[in-house]
């Protein structure tokens, strides 16, 4: 049996990087790993007004129902003025000794940071989420990237490539057969939307500047989530028919947003390294249409299942070809169902991480 620790400040928060750890823990086979997650409830940033999401209860019965053994840690504060943003006031050495450990599983920026900087002797295997980033401790004995594009970033900054593998982001799926068209009197429109985290830091304006060139009595245009700049900016506009659905971590309410779905019309201001959201509309088949960013793992995620653009006007565009050219349509259909079975399928994906561990212990 391999022990493998999980540890992550905010770990049970209904966040990208949160549910990648939670996903991972909860899949891996329970007859083969005992897994254990530290995680802590939010707390205070000292040096930053930026608020980490806090706990989220459906995610820790989510992952507790697979078998993870939980356990919370208390902090105090994470102090951001130091560079290894330190966690103030916490238990958490109290509850964790690294000789029970064969591996540590992290997901983080990918600088050197608390605690994993004082772990000295159990192999660490690094998720690492952000780009340009490089930690040089020794017992990081791999670290996985999620694109290409940020595996280039990583060995450009100083990165090992001998430690270096690309595994995308495991993304858990349901079948549902609802849709939200019949509540809203969609039956007949041409439905494009997105779905993204609360979060105003990451909005982007161009998605919606896009569907104003285009919106008619046969359009429309769902957002799950997303913060309240977009139903500002829908409003300012004058937009009719957009519609918004209030973030949830329910895996089968967010599977039946996307069966409401026609095209996956995604946008996010600072970019991708691998999204769930655009794995999830991969797996519904979802034609995908974005935009240039400083980060552009985008780019590589959709292939040829759509277009990534530069503006707002290139997006219309390309918002217009997906209505009327049935062909372009249908083909990229096709291209993200295949797209997803062959990259992203959840089960292929845990097989890589459970390999891992395996060459790691071995």
């Known amino acids: 049996m391999i022990r493998v620790a999980f540890i992550k400040f905010g770990g049970m928060a209904n966040g990208g990087t949160e ?33 980490h999401q806090d706990t989220d209860g459906s995610r820790v019965e989510y992952t507790k129902s697979h078998g993870v053994n939980l356990i919370k840690v208390e902090v105090g504060a994470k102090d951001v003025t130091k560079p290894t943003h ?18 540590i599983q992290t997901g983080r920026a990918g600088h050197p940071e608390y605690p994993f900087h004082l772990i000295k002797n159990t192999p660490i295997v690094d998720s690492i989420h952000l780009a340009g980033m490089v930690d040089g401790n020794p017992n990081i004995v791999k670290t ?9 970033k990583w060995i450009g900054s100083g990165g090992n490539p001998s ?15 609802e849709s939200y068209r ?31 060139e285009i919106e008619d009595d046969n359009t429309a245009f769902l957002i799950l989530g997303g913060s309240a700049n977009y139903r500002k900016q829908a409003k300012d506009l004058g937009l009719k028919n957009v519609r918004f659905l209030d973030t949830t971590s329910n895996v089968s309410l967010i599977h039946k947003f996307l069966n409401t779905l026609d095209v996956y019309a995604h946008g996010r201001s600072d970019g991708e390294q691998c999204s769930s959201s655009i794995i999830e509309g991969l797996s519904h088949s979802l034609p995908m249409i974005s935009h240039t960013a400083p980060s552009m793992g985008q780019l590589e995620q959709i292939g040829d299942a759509g277009d990534v653009v530069d503006d707002y006007i290139e997006y219309a565009e390309v918002m217009i070809s997906m209505m009327k050219d049935r062909q372009y349509y249908n083909d990229c259909v096709n291209n993200a169902s295949k797209r997803y079975q062959e990259i992203y399928n959840v089960e292929s994906i845990i097989k890589k991480f459970s390999d891992l561990y395996k060459e790691v212990v071995g």
């Open 19 to 51: 549910k990648y750890l939670q996903t991972i823990a909860s899949y891996l086979p329970k007859d083969e790993f005992k897994v254990d997650f530290f995680y802590c409830d939010a707390a205070p940033y000292i040096g930053s007004d930026y608020a």
């Open 86 to 103: 330190d966690w103030i006031n916490t238990n958490f050495w109290e509850l964790f000794d690294e000789n029970n450990y064969d591996i």
């Open 144 to 152: 996985v990237l999620i694109s290409e594009d940020q595996k280039r």
């Open 163 to 177: 430690k270096a593998i690309i595994i995308p982001v495991p993304v858990e799926t349901v079948s549902v057969n």
């Open 182 to 212: 019949e509540e809203f009197g969609w039956e007949d429109k041409f439905v494009f939307g997105m779905h993204q985290r609360n979060d105003m830091h990451i909005f982007s304006s161009i998605p919606l500047e896009a569907y104003d």
